[in-house]
């Protein structure tokens, strides 16, 4: 296996994610893109595959450390399962070279302990936060 071949391919991947979500920013008029996981991933893969790599949009779930307070007053159920779900969210990201990329992760700030940067990139191992449920989307 050639590392510095990979190495290149992911510096490339995270110049083409970081250019998407300038773009992105300016077209939803939002830093954070609250609510546009799933559109901002369908652009990030097409980009992507336009360039050559395969892409694909996983559906998912994201961990979050304190749960959503407006959340959890629309829900019904139990008291526990209303907890427990709320700390795991629905979410869109692009898995690349067995990478995620994440170009919305700064949305769920305020229901973490510690921000996250504006875009994320990185393996399962790395980002725990990531639970894949439905891959290419």
Known sequence: MNWYKIALKQKNILQIAQEVRK????????????EQCLGVSKALKKVLINNGYDAIVTRGLFRVDRP????????????EDIERDALTLEHYWVEVNNLIVDLTSS????????????????TYSQ???YIPITPDW
Request: glycine share 4%; hydrophobic share 30%.
């Open 68 to 79: 959503d307070q407006k959340a959890i007053q629309d829900w019904k159920g139990k008291k």
């Open 23 to 34: 773009d992105q920013v300016k077209t939803h008029d939002s830093e954070s893109l609250r």
């Open 107 to 122: 949305q769920f700030n305020d229901l973490l302990n510690k921000p996250l940067p504006l875009m994320q990139m990185g």
């Open 127 to 129: 980002l725990q936060r």
